[in-house]
């Protein structure tokens, strides 16, 4: 307000009382200068902020000298006009573009590969790496340890090719281990098209996304690791009844590997009961009942020769 009454005056040669009077200001109040000295307040600040370059205006107003207190609009209004001010680290954030999940039309067109995470009877964390085939939906690799370097998820996709080809794409997160140097120059070197999904949207992975869910509702929740050993072995036995046993519904309810055979057998939803969704199938009563009856197989009788442990 002071400076707009000097341009006015300066501008318009108005006068001190009109120039007041035209903004609504009272002379006195124009008049007025600060008699307060903030020297010491400025030397106390510089002092402690030397000593504590990141600490902001507030913690540097409690690390004050408490013989006189001072206002803390003050320490802010000094801390300011002594060019104190800490500049805030921007957090650097991962930009994505994000690619529709599109449909897969052949085997080896499109590999999802994510981690999943549990734990063991010490309560040591270990990580499951999940490979699947976008088309076929088989579980392609079901790899067991406490930790997963880039180099490790290489060799093992490494094994997989030796076994079924290469694929066209692979998509996967943004974690560590699918975005070092040593992943993108092994994807590159394939001429493999790697497709990162946005942060914070896991559904752009929703294939891979589906087959954790039944990863952990049907295998880790139900079965006890005594050591990460039984856990690979169980594992193991777990990736084959998902891929040989376990009926597969967006493949009509054939398995994944009748699937990837071309075999046209399908499994009834009438012998099944309830299906993935829930909902009770209609079919021949006597079928129903018989299923109803029977008991459904468990993953957990497998023989240990087999690599599994039952529960």
Same mark, same amino acid.
């Given at each position: 307000m002071k400076a707009s009454i000097e341009h006015l005056r300066k501008v318009y040669a108005f006068s001190e009382r009109r120039a007041c009077r035209l903004l609504e200001l009272?002379?006195?109040?124009?008049?007025?200068?600060?008699?307060?000295?903030?020297?010491?307040?400025?030397?106390?600040?510089?002092?402690?902020?030397?000593?504590?370059?990141?600490?902001?205006?507030?913690?540097?107003?409690?690390m004050l000298p408490t013989d006189k207190p001072v206002n803390h609009k003050r320490v802010w209004r000094v801390y300011r006009e002594a060019g104190l001010s800490v500049k805030r680290r921007k957090r650097k954030r991962?930009?994505?573009?994000?690619?529709?999940?599109?449909?897969a039309t052949v085997r080896n067109e499109e590999w999802a590969l994510d981690f999943v995470s549990d734990s063991i009877a010490t309560g040591r964390t270990i990580r499951l790496l999940n490979i699947a085939d976008a088309y076929t939906r088989e579980c392609l690799a079901l790899e067991v340890d406490t930790s997963f370097a880039s180099r490790r998820v290489t060799r093992v996709l490494e094994r997989i090719i030796d076994e079924r080809g290469m694929p066209q794409r692979i998509r996967c997160d943004n974690g560590p281990e699918l975005t070092s140097r040593h992943f993108l120059a092994w994807c590159t070197g394939r001429r493999i098209e790697l497709l990162h999904i946005q942060p914070g949207k896991p559904m752009q992975n929703g294939r891979l996304e589906s087959l954790n869910g039944k990863l952990r509702d049907e295998f880790l929740n139900v079965n006890y690791f005594r050591n990460?050993?039984?856990?690979? #072995?169980?594992? !193991? &036995?777990?990736?084959?009844?998902? +891929?040989? =046993?376990?009926?597969? $519904?967006?493949? *009509?309810? #054939?398995?994944? !590997? &009748?699937?990837?055979?071309?075999? +046209?057998? =399908?499994?009834?939803? $009438?012998?099944? *009961?309830?299906?993935?969704?829930g909902e009770r199938r209609q079919g021949n009563p006597a079928g129903s009942l018989r299923s109803a009856l029977t008991p459904a197989p468990s993953i957990a009788n497998f023989s240990s020769e087999e690599g599994e442990v039952t529960t």
């Open positions: 009272a002379v006195s109040t124009y008049r007025y200068r600060p008699t307060r000295d903030d020297s010491r307040l400025w030397e106390q600040l510089v002092e402690l902020a030397r000593e504590r370059p990141r600490f902001g205006y507030r913690r540097l107003h409690v991962l930009a994505r573009v994000g690619r529709p999940l599109d449909a990460l050993f039984e856990a690979r #072995r169980q594992a !193991a &036995a777990w990736r084959r009844d998902y +891929n040989e =046993v376990r009926p597969h $519904s967006a493949l *009509g309810y #054939r398995t994944p !590997a &009748a699937f990837a055979a071309g075999s +046209n057998s =399908v499994t009834s939803p $009438s012998t099944i *009961g309830v299906s993935d969704g």
